[in-house]
């Protein structure tokens, strides 16, 4: 990606604009396709889907090959889901906001010291 940038950087980053696309593909059609048939949010979402692929696999890659372990990128994916859904569910789909989040975000500070502890 960029050469300057630390790899778990580069992995981050690509990995939490990926998200923004998923959390779209996967909910948007929730809010702005909800009249249409079933397989017209399908393949919009679909399409929004493709742009999270060609951020997610390189995000992934870098990561990988940098020294990340399969386990470290999933809870790192799992964090920026969380740290992208919650504004999502907020400002988007106009859901209240829920202290499960912030217990939500605090099992994931477990798991996160779980599999990033030496």
């Given at each position: 990606?960029i ?18 696309f ?13 009249a ?13 889907a493709?742009?999270e ?11 990988y090959?940098?020294?990340?372990t ?5 809870i ?13 569910a907020m400002?988007v789909m106009?859901?209240?906001f ?21």
């Open positions: 990606m050469s300057w940038m630390p790899p778990t950087l580069q992995t981050v980053l690509l990995l939490s604009a990926s998200n923004v998923m959390t779209f593909a996967w909910y948007g059609h929730l809010k702005n396709l909800s249409k048939p079933w397989f017209v949010a399908a393949l919009v979402s679909w399409g929004i493709l742009f692929y060609l951020l997610q696999v390189p995000g992934n890659r870098i990561g090959t940098s020294g990340l399969l386990a470290q990128l999933k790192m994916q799992e964090v920026i889901t969380l740290v992208i859904f919650v504004p999502f400002w106009d859901q209240p829920k202290t499960d989040f912030i217990w939500a975000g605090l099992c994931l500070v477990g798991a996160v010291y779980f599999v990033f502890r030496g």
